[in-house]
């Protein structure tokens, strides 16, 4: 390295130094009390292998039963999972005075209460995957739904996510959720309550706000946001009702959008393609918009002869 970039370097990182004593939220850096994304998605990964026992191959090529294989991963995850909430939870007012013996046995319950709720999580995810074969005619299998269908990893994230949602766990919900939607481009907020028999069709572009309200035998296509009206009022709309609420056997098509918190999307009602929806629907609506209509200018440059089919030109 030359004498100038030496000198150079020298004063950026003097600049960088002094910009660190500022003190601002930013400069934090203590690495060691931040959780650590990298093993929660390593979880996600493990969480999945217990789920869907035979579907994900473990890290280990070694044969083993599906009782040792379970207990193994559940071993795994129980320390790192530990660790984490143990860090996170000084996020929680409640406890961020606590004493590390006291996180850590608050972590440990918390871990042991989310662990419990697998089984439910399964049965939840067993409709799921059914509501995804029954809705999707392209779909060959329920494997192939579970392998490789993003609309049904998101799901799958989300209701891990929720689980510790609804723990009040700081952080590691939203961390989940949003390595999921850098996966999909689902964003599913962990917050949000969703029934059973819940399909995501495609999926990219989706938008499922903090406190949605979604029933049982809801379908939902690419580009649907259930989002808020307005969030102009910052943290002041914290734990107000703000996104809608969709009851059961809706189906909502692509690029829809529903907003606000007093919305109601009631029983039965279809929802076509690219609505805008601020107001309650009632139960068994069909929603659709008016098509638009499509004009072609052609400058003159193109002949248009209705007689012949194969000599329609659009220049647009």
Do not use: C
Not at 121 to 129: G, S, V
Not at 149 to 165: D, K, Q, S
Not at 179 to 196: K, N
Not at 257 to 264: A, C, F, K
């Amino acid at each position: 390295m030359s004498k100038y970039l030496e000198n150079k370097l020298s004063e950026i990182l003097a600049g960088l130094m002094a910009s660190y004593d500022e003190k601002k939220f930013i400069d934090k850096t203590d690495i060691f009390n931040q959780p650590d994304k990298a093993v929660i998605i390593d979880m996600i990964h493990k969480l999945q292998e217990i789920v869907f026992p035979g579907f994900f191959k473990p890290d280990t090529y070694r044969t083993y039963t599906v009782k040792s294989t379970v207990e193994s991963l559940l071993e795994d995850i129980t320390y790192n999972l530990k660790k984490q909430i143990r860090i996170v939870l000084r996020y929680n007012p409640e406890f961020s005075d606590k004493t590390f013996e006291e996180l850590d046995n608050e972590a440990e319950k918390l871990v042991i209460e989310f662990l419990n709720k697998l089984p439910e999580i399964r049965k939840l995810i067993e409709t799921d995957a059914q509501a995804g074969f029954d809705g999707d005619p392209a779909a060959y299998n329920k494997e192939e739904i579970v392998v490789t269908y993003p609309g049904f990893y998101a799901i799958f994230v989300y209701r891990l996510a929720h689980e510790l949602f609804k723990l009040s766990i700081p952080l590691i919900p939203r961390i989940m959720t949003e390595h999921a939607h850098s996966r999909t481009g689902i964003d599913i907020h962990p917050g949000a309550s969703i029934g059973e028999y819940f399909f995501i069709d495609h999926g990219t572009g989706i938008v499922i706000g903090e406190t949605t309200e979604i029933g049982n035998n809801v379908k939902i296509y690419q580009g649907v946001t259930l989002g808020a009206l307005s969030t102009r009022g910052g943290q002041q709309l914290k734990s107000k009702k703000r996104h809608p609420t969709i009851e059961d056997n809706v189906t909502i098509y692509s690029g829809a959008s529903i907003l606000g918190g007093e919305t109601v999307i009631g029983k039965n009602v279809v929802i076509g393609g690219n609505a805008f929806i601020t107001k309650s629907v009632l139960e068994g609506t069909k929603v659709s918009v008016k098509n638009h209509e499509l004009n072609f200018d052609t400058h003159g440059n193109a002949k248009i002869n209705k007689e012949d089919d194969t000599s329609w030109y659009y220049i647009i």
